[in-house]
């Protein structure tokens, strides 16, 4: 019997170490760059459009532009947690038809922006201009997503800086 409670803990324990909190989707990243935001998420999103990584196939990018707050802000959802995702376009699917090219561009306000985050994403970086020169990026979400989006802004920024 005293096995049994051994192992039940062991199980608890290790359930309550793997739950996926509000930890995960806490603030991973901010630094400010030169450029333009616009510019530099048309970039980063062509960039992890391209990326040939198997990870990242799952992945799907929205680019959304906030002409109210100068912003763009691209989020990475992942195609396996979202509901009512038809199997049919699945990347997880081997006959799914992929749509290449980089997704079609989405205005909108700052006050649809907190609609944004109720589906389960993997990362969300937002490329906010701080003036005319310089944007602010921050990103949130898995640390894994995080950090590859995190070095695909810094390789933009080095191709779009001017010599």
């Not at 030169?34 to 929205?62: I, M, N, T, W, Y």
Request: glycine share 4%; proline share 5%.
């Amino acid at each position: 019997m005293q096995r049994w409670i051994a192992v039940l803990t062991a199980f608890v324990l290790t359930a309550c170490a793997n739950l996926n909190g509000a930890a995960d989707k806490a603030q991973r990243n901010e630094e400010q760059f030169a450029g333009e935001h616009a510019a530099l998420a048309a970039c980063v999103v062509a960039k992890l459009q391209s990326d040939g990584r198997s990870f990242l196939r799952p992945l799907q990018f929205k680019n959304r532009q906030y002409p109210d707050m100068h912003a763009s802000e691209i989020h990475a959802y992942d195609t396996r947690y979202l509901r009512n995702a038809i199997a049919t376009y699945a990347p997880s699917n081997p006959d799914a038809i992929l749509i290449y090219g980089n997704p079609a561009l989405e205005i909108q306000s700052a006050a649809q922006r907190n609609d944004n985050d109720k589906p389960v994403y993997a990362f969300a970086l937002l490329l906010q201009q701080a003036d005319d020169a310089k944007v602010t990026a921050s990103l949130r979400g898995d640390p894994f997503f995080a950090n590859i989006a995190w070095k695909i802004v810094e390789s933009c920024v080095a191709t779009t800086a001017k010599p």
